[in-house]
T-cell receptor, first 111, second 111 residues
Framework: SQKIEQNSEALNIQEGKTATLTCNYTNYSPAYLQWYRQDPGRGPVFLLLIRENEKEKRKERLKVTFDTTLKQSLFHITASQPADSATYLC??????????FGKGTSLLVTP | DAGITQSPRHKVTETGTPVTLRCHQTENHRYMYWYRQDPGHGLRLIHYSYGVKDTDKGEVSDGYSVSRSKTEDFLLTLESATSSQTSVYFCATTDSTDTQYFGPGTRLTVL
């Protein structure tokens, strides 16, 4: 069966460090992978999309890598700030028009 | 929230009663989705629509129906609510870049 796995344990890091979140998947051949941020009590917000033919993508302090051989994406936040504290979701496109989401990893950045 | 509103934002109802949740978008996006989000399960797709009167089932569609009579409105109906349908419900739309935009969510409690 298709599965998307993200670190279930919360990630705690110190302000200024780089946060790295992992998304692993099985039994998918995704055309692309997306990352979303979700704050408590709010809907997810789109951050980045990376296509299967792209190895890396950057946006400001965010960097995403996509390894279709390892079936893994890494999401990096450099120079992290307390405002980056949130839950981060990865999502894969399935057949048709919908996305399948991982359960998310909670990130806490402490001053 | 990219012009997506959901109503009501909170609802408490009793087992066996019908419930309709409304999603309204102002972006003229063709694709719309209903997800539910529960602890330990993440976001799961209930139903989606790829145009007026065109809908299809998602991963957890049992007990739910949808209707889309206008581009801007997507309704989710629980014909006879059960306690297992207590959840937070999110509506989303997709633009031409495959970015999904989420509404603020509806917190539904079925007693």
């Amino acid at each position: 069966s298709q599965k998307i796995e993200q670190n279930s344990e919360a990630l705690n890091i110190q302000e200024g460090k780089t946060a790295t979140l992992t998304c692993n998947y099985t039994n998918y051949s995704p055309a692309y992978l997306q990352w979303y941020r979700q704050d408590p009590g709010r809907g997810p917000v789109f951050l980045l999309l990376i296509r299967e033919n792209e190895k890396e993508k950057r946006k400001e302090r965010l960097k995403v890598t996509f390894d279709t051989t390892l079936k893994q994406s890494l999401f990096h936040i450099t120079a992290s700030q307390p405002a980056d504290s949130a839950t981060y979701l990865c999502a894969l496109k399935v057949s048709g028009y919908a996305l399948n989401f991982g359960k998310g990893t909670s990130l806490l950045v402490t001053p | 929230d990219a012009g997506i509103t959901q109503s009501p934002r909170h609802k408490v109802t009793e087992t066996g009663t019908p419930v309709t949740l409304r999603c309204h978008q102002t972006e003229n996006h063709r694709y719309m989705y209903w997800y539910r989000q529960d602890p330990g399960h993440g976001l799961r797709l209930i139903h989606y629509s790829y145009g007026v009167k065109d809908t299809d089932k998602g991963e957890v569609s049992d007990g739910y129906s949808v209707s889309r009579s206008k581009t801007e409105d997507f309704l989710l109906t629980l014909e006879s609510a059960t306690s297992s349908q207590t959840s937070v419900y999110f509506c989303a739309t997709t633009d031409s870049t495959d970015t999904q935009y989420f509404g603020p969510g509806t917190r539904l409690t079925v007693l």
